[in-house]
C-alpha cells in the first residue's frame, strides 16, 4: 500500500494520533550524530543505545510508567537496503511485508511526505512480566524506516500497546539535516 501525506494530512493524523501517548507540549531535539530534528513529548529524555552506533532511545511516561518509546538509528543506505537488512522487510509475491514476528508476513505500508518517504508495519512481539512471566505475541511493536535521499532512519519500538498513536506525533516530526 503507498499513500500521499500533505502537510494538512500529516497535520491531521498528528493530531489525532496524539492522543493519550504523547502530551500536547513538545520539545524540539537536534541529534547531529543521526542527521535529524525532531520534537519529542515534554518530559522525554534521549540515550544512548547500549550496543549501537548512531542510535538514541527516547524514554518518557506511557500510562504513568517510564518506558522506552522509540529507539532511532541513523544508516547511511538506502530505504530498501535497510528495510531488508536492518527491519527484517522483504518483498513476497510482489508486495513488502514484514518477516518479523510470530505468524504469517505481515504487510508494509508506504507513504510518502514532503519530507521523506517511510516504510512501516506494526507486529505481535514478545512481553516480559514479573508476574505472568513471557507471552510471544503478546504485545505490538513498531517498525519504520523513514528515507530522504542517501539516509535512512530505522525506527523502532519495544512491547507496547497501539505504538503508532505513541510514535505518529514524533515520526511525523522528523526532519533530515542536510
Known sequence: MSRTCTPFVSLAILALAAGPGMA????????????????????????????EA?????????KGHATMLLRLQAFDA?????????ADFDV??????????????????????????????????GVSSPRSGFHAAGGECLWAVLNHGKRSLLANTDDYPNPQSVTAPILSSVRFLP
Open 24 to 51: 500536547a507540549p513538545a520539545q524540539p531535539i537536534t541529534e547531529a550524530a543521526l542527521g535529524i530534528s525532531l520534537q519529542i513529548p515534554a518530559g522525554s529524555k534521549i540515550q544512548p543505545c547500549h550496543d
Open 54 to 62: 548512531r542510535c538514541i532511545e527516547i524514554h518518557g511516561p506511557l
Open 78 to 86: 538506502p530505504l530498501e537496503t535497510v528495510a531488508r537488512e536492518d
Open 92 to 125: 513476497v509475491d510482489g508486495k513488502w511485508v514484514s518477516t518479523a514476528g510470530p505468524g504469517m508476513p505481515s504487510p508494509v505500508e508506504t507513504l510518502h511526505t514532503p519530507n521523506w518517504t517511510e516504510m512501516r508495519v506494526t507486529i505481535a512481539c
